[in-house]
């Protein structure tokens, strides 16, 4: 069992930076695709990046394409989402997951892939 908890989330004016962060209470963290995913109120919970075990290999979500930078830290069990430029439609929960894998570069993509999840930090930006 892995649990997942975030934290950095809070209320920006649109234009700002957030840094996200999530440690997972693992010792085999590096065993672990990760990824980030966000729901606004009243939609369906969506993908917005993703990291490979090794951290070379990462996916975005066309939304946030070169806005967001998703990165690992395996000595610290931490993943990281760097938010510039933000939106008011970046505005939702935002969770991360974790996917075992078996490819050192894979990309976990589909939410079915993920086999843990955050109980969510709740960002807000203001226009």
């Known amino acids: 069992q892995v649990q997942l908890v975030e934290s950095g989330g809070g209320l920006v004016q649109a234009g700002g930076s957030l840094r996200l962060s999530c440690v997972a209470s693992t010792r085999t963290f590096s065993y672990y695709a990760m990824g980030w995913f966000r729901q606004a109120p009243g939609k369906e919970r969506e993908f917005v990046a993703a990291?490979?075990?090794?951290?070379?290999?990462?996916y975005y979500a066309d939304s946030v394409k070169g806005r967001f930078t998703i990165s690992r830290d395996n000595a610290k069990n931490t993943v990281y989402l760097q938010m510039n430029s933000l939106k008011p439609e970046d505005t939702a929960v935002y969770y991360c997951?974790?996917?075992?894998?078996?490819?050192?570069?894979?990309?976990?993509?589909?939410?079915?892939?993920?086999?843990?999840w955050g109980q969510g930090t709740q960002v807000t930006v203001s226009s």
């Open positions: 990291i490979s075990r090794s951290d070379s290999n990462t």
């Open positions: 997951a974790a996917g075992s894998s078996a490819y050192y570069f894979q990309v976990l993509r589909p939410q079915e892939q993920y086999d843990y």
